[in-house]
Nanobody, 120 residues
Framework: QVQLVESGGGLVQAGGSLRLSCAAS????????MGWYRQAPGKQRELVAA???????SYADSVKGRFTISRDNAKNTVYLQMNSLKPEDTAVYYC??????????????WGQGTQVTVSS
């Protein structure tokens, strides 16, 4: 089993910042892509940002220049630094981690979700 534990969500005013963290644990041999998704009420889950094992990053157009994804491979942790937050960033944020277990089987795990609310 691979478990993901998220932290860092909360309530912030527009223009403020939050930093999300997601730590992976369990029978992990290798972690490949790590990402953050979000789902607002009544909307589909969407990819916010992703980072490969080599450090290549990608972002949704709506967050480019405001959000930064990073990872600490020694801690099996992915971060999402969110600056200049807008009310439309309000959503439940989920981390997603893909990799290989120690039994050589692939995994694709999701965090429990953390609420981010941006007030205007």
């Amino acid at each position: 089993q691979v478990q993901l534990v998220e932290s860092g969500g909360g309530l912030v005013q527009a223009g403020g910042s939050l930093r999300l963290s997601c730590a992976a644990s369990g029978i992990i041999f290798r972690i490949d892509t790590m990402g953050w998704y979000r789902q607002a009420p009544g909307k589909q889950r969407e990819l916010v940002a992703a980072i490969t094992s080599g450090g290549d990053t990608s972002y949704a157009d709506s967050v480019k220049g405001r959000f930064t994804i990073s990872r600490d491979n020694a801690k099996n942790t992915v971060y999402l630094q969110m600056n200049s937050l807008k009310p439309e960033d309000t959503a439940v944020y989920y981390c997603n981690v893909e990799g290989i277990r120690t039994n050589w089987r692939p995994f694709d795990s999701w965090g429990q979700g953390t609420q981010v609310t941006v007030s205007s």
